[in-house]
T-cell receptor, first 114, second 115 residues
Framework: AQSVSQHNHHVILSEAASLELGCNYSYGGTVNLFWYVQYPGQHLQLLLKYFSGDPLVKGIKGFEAEFIKSKFSFNLRKPSVQWSDTAEYFCAVELSGSARQLTFGSGTQLTVLP | DAGVIQSPRHEVTEMGQEVTLRCKPISGHDYLFWYRQTMMRGLELLIYFNNNVPIDDSGMPEDRFSAKMPNASFSTLKIQPSEPRDSAVYFC?????????????FGDGTRLSIL
């Protein structure tokens, strides 16, 4: 079964700092990749997704992620974080095909200090 | 365009009681998923349906949990009897079948507390 690893459980940054959250998955087949964000007390919202094509994906709110197939990685980046980016971030992997089940990483709590 | 609608938003009940969580998927979406989120285990897929038919319920923790989808616009997740360890946030999500580049859309969740 596939698995998703998010290495950073809690990241604390000051405003304007750059962000990179790691995500690695274990599956040799074709996958679709996602980053979701969950603000306190809210539901999961899609930040960005990768299905095919350009491995550098741009999402909402200035976030981007790069798919590196050889490293089984899909790291999330943002050049300059804001206090409002404080939230929990989940990487998710989906097997391409009809099943379309998402496997989530354990999440990374990002705290941005004003 | 209405998103995935879940009810209730919050539920507090005593152990042993029956709990029913409800979900209305986005119209036209053929897949419906139930997830549970806890601090200890993160986000877990419990069960999912395709065209109202349960496809994979291997994530359902035990027989106390059951899920139904009587029609394309409604699903329930039932816990009977409930236990304190069932306390969690339960999310419902839906997605269309034909579109290959569409992600799952999540509801606001039901925060369940079993006393």
């Amino acid at each position: 079964a596939q698995s998703v690893s998010q290495h950073n459980h809690h990241v604390i940054l000051s405003e304007a700092a750059s962000l990179e959250l790691g995500c690695n998955y274990s599956y040799g087949g074709t996958v679709n990749l996602f980053w979701y964000v969950q603000y306190p007390g809210q539901h999961l919202q899609l930040l960005l997704k990768y299905f095919s094509g350009d491995p550098l994906v741009k999402g909402i709110k200035g976030f981007e992620a790069e798919f590196i197939k050889s490293k089984f990685s899909f790291n999330l980046r943002k050049p300059s974080v804001q206090w409002s980016d404080t939230a929990e971030y989940f990487c998710a992997v989906e097997l391409s095909g009809s099943a379309r089940q998402l496997t989530f990483g354990s999440g990374t709590q990002l705290t941005v200090l004003p | 365009d209405a998103g995935v609608i879940q009810s209730p938003r919050h539920e507090v009940t005593e152990m042993g009681q029956e709990v029913t969580l409800r979900c209305k998927p986005i119209s036209g979406h053929d897949y419906l998923f139930w997830y549970r989120q806890t601090m200890m285990r993160g986000l877990e897929l419990l069960i999912y349906f395709n065209n109202n038919v349960p496809i994979d319920d291997s994530g359902m923790p035990e027989d106390r949990f059951s899920a139904k989808m009587p029609n394309a616009s409604f699903s329930t997740l039932k816990i009977q009897p409930s236990e304190p360890r069932d306390s969690a946030v339960y999310f419902c999500a839906s997605r269309p079948q034909g579109a290959s580049d569409q992600p799952q859309h999540f509801g606001d969740g039901t925060r369940l507390s079993i006393l």
